[in-house]
């Protein structure tokens, strides 16, 4: 990056975004939080007005990094998703269950436009399954309405050869784009074959997405070139995220993890991303996030993209505190982007954990007059309590209150010690590095790790991590063993790094950052299960 050059992160939350504006040095020179908005770009807007109103030379700007829920959203409400014509290679080997089969009936009808199974395909070993039919793939396409394909081959990330050869027919001949399963997902055939779908689903979300901010960019006459963030922490062009806008999914918790490693100066800790309405709980390993081993659900489809090990629980700064008996009740229900109008200590009339906290002595530095407001509320003699599951109002702000905001702080701090605890996996030797705009929330000492970190600008960790994130690129595919492996190897090293330039890396400064190799010792040809990784800087 140029001397005196600026770039801003951005990220989209289920509560706000934040934008920061780092310099050359990494150095956070503005920052802003607003409420994420209905339809996530207002909101986006907002946040990088916000920042650029701190910024006297904007020309100064080069890059903005955008990591967003736009592509999650989609999923989670069947809203704008496109078409899909689902184009399976392995007849008469995977006939038995057929593509989508176990998806939600509604999903299944907002995204398939046709599915099919023709033949083709490989086995491990790289031999044929049968030659591709051409003719039946042209057939179904002719008989279909879509606004894409979706192409999965059996064994593909071993063998490509045949979704290449559909791509190239799809793209001469019907004029769609394609969505390549060994180009999104590993090993195992019904999750590849739905994160395939899902990614061809979204291609009009992502053309959405980066319209939105080339636009809001031009508009406000910046000549910064955008980026888009990853679910392993990275970035990738924009041409990169409309090719791959799966690749989103993920993307907030894995920027809190980069941006907390980074802001703390920790490589391997477990990290607190408190927000308003959650608090992710994920593990940091050499400053990357530890990726999931299990198959990842997403709008009730299962996939095995890569995504980080993230734990989520119902806690956050907008959770809605109520009686229950003789007990509280802790969410998991939460007030989200409206607590700044809703909770005690804003002057509204709905008992949150902020307003537990803040009752339990836990108060942010800049938040000082919190307390007051919720002392003035506690003498309040407006409307009597609610019942039944109603939440405490302002007017009721008794000793008995006071004990169930005490009762509420405790439940809080119970979930946080079980979720980390199931995140340590035994090791108690790291840190907690507690981020997001509610790590306020976090008692001083939690058991199961060697002390809480709270770094400066911790509440906006997120943006920090799209900000300073790399560009990478991946393969995950299966090798012969022998003597020829060495050679393999190097040619998969090649591969991933020319993905990690096609995301936006410097090609000089491309580094292997990940090399795993799993012996496959019960095929009948010795083989072994190659995961590579390569990322580095963007290029200039």
Known sequence: ????????????????????????????????????????????????????????????????????????????ERRNLGRVAVLRLGAPATTAVPPLSDWPDDLREAVSAGEVIVPGGHYVDGREIGSLDLGAIRRFLDGVRADAVAVTGVFSPASADHERVVEELVRDEYELPVSMSHEIGSLGLLERENATVLNAALYGVAAHVTEALVTALAERGLAARPYLAQNDGTLMTVAHAARLPVSTIGSGPANSLRGAAFLSGVRDAIVADVGGTSTDLGVLVGGFPRESAAAVEIGGVLTNFRMPDILAIALGGGTVVRPGGAGVRVG??????????????????????????????????????????LEAAAHATTAAKPTGTAAYGAGDMSETFRDTLQSALAVADAMVIDAVDRMALGRADRPLVAVGGGAFLLPAEIPGVSGVIRPEHADVANAVGAAIALASGRVDTILPAGESRANAIERVKEEAAARAVAAGADPARVEIVDLLEVPLSYLSEPAVRVHVKAAGPLSR
């Open 1 to 76: 990056m140029a001397e005196g050059a600026l770039r801003i992160g951005i990220d989209v939350g289920g509560t706000n975004t934040d934008a920061v504006v780092l310099d050359a040095s990494d150095r956070v020179v503005a920052k802003a939080k607003r409420p994420t908005t209905p339809d996530v770009t207002e909101g986006l807007r907002a946040a990088l007005d916000a920042v650029l109103a701190d910024v006297a030379s904007w020309e100064r700007i080069t890059r903005v990094m955008l990591g967003t829920t736009h592509a999650t959203n989609a999923i989670l």
């Open 332 to 373: 998991p229900d939460s007030v989200g982007y409206r607590i700044a109008e809703e909770a005690l200590v804003f002057g509204g009339a709905t008992t949150t954990l902020t307003d537990a906290a803040v009752a339990g002595g836990r108060v942010p530095a800049n938040a000082a007059d919190w307390r007051d407001r």
